[in-house]
């Protein structure tokens, strides 16, 4: 078991080095969800670590945008991949019940900048909700669940390797 943890700090630390850092004082552009085209894209894991700062936090630091690039993120578990989209995702893809790490860098955005991670595709079942600019792993935080929808499929499971489905909205 301590051998696994490792390995999974160890992948979670490389993972952590694709994630966009904004320059310094760089500021980002509001977007408008008409805008924003729905897609998704797989990049195999391959950059050396980074740094990593503390569990359920604005790994960038300040600003809740200050990385933001206007897309959701997600790593498979089982593979490494990582999957993004700017859009809403009625299917997490080759992310689907795999996500060990996830992260939200969207624009800023009134009532449509906080991602609603659903059990179920389709935006169904129960949720978790990501704040805009941060990022969270099952290794640093194992204990996360679907604590939204309480009556729905899936309330109370853990996020991790069972997420299906994703979209904007407003805080909750």
């Known amino acids: 078991m301590k051998k696994r943890t490792i390995s999974l700090v160890v992948v979670l ?14 500021q980002a552009a509001p977007a408008t969800k008409a805008a924003v085209v729905t897609a998704a894209a797989v ?3 391959t950059a050396a670590p980074a740094a990593v700062t503390a569990a359920a936090s604005n790994p960038c630091g300040g600003s809740a945008y200050a990385c933001a690039d206007g897309n959701f993120y997600a790593w498979n578990g089982h593979n490494g991949s990582r999957c993004q989209w700017a859009g809403n995702a009625p299917n997490l893809g ?3 019940n795999t996500d060990y790490l996830i992260a939200n860098y969207g624009y800023p955005c009134a009532g449509c900048d906080w991602i609603h991670l659903f059990y179920s595709p389709n935006y169904s079942g129960a949720y978790f909700c990501l704040p805009p600019g941060y990022a969270y792993g099952q290794a640093t ?3 996360l669940t679907f ?3 309480a009556g729905r499929a899936g309330y109370g499971q853990s996020i991790w390797y069972n997420a ?8 909750c």
Do not use: E, M, Q, Y
């Open 13 to 26: 630390l490389a993972l952590l080095s694709f994630l966009p850092v904004a320059p310094a004082g760089a």
């Open 43 to 45: 990049t195999p894991a």
């Open 94 to 96: 080759n992310c689907r």
């Open 141 to 143: 935080s194992p204990g």
């Open 147 to 149: 604590n939204k929808g």
């Open 164 to 171: 299906a489905s994703a979209s904007w909205g407003a805080a």
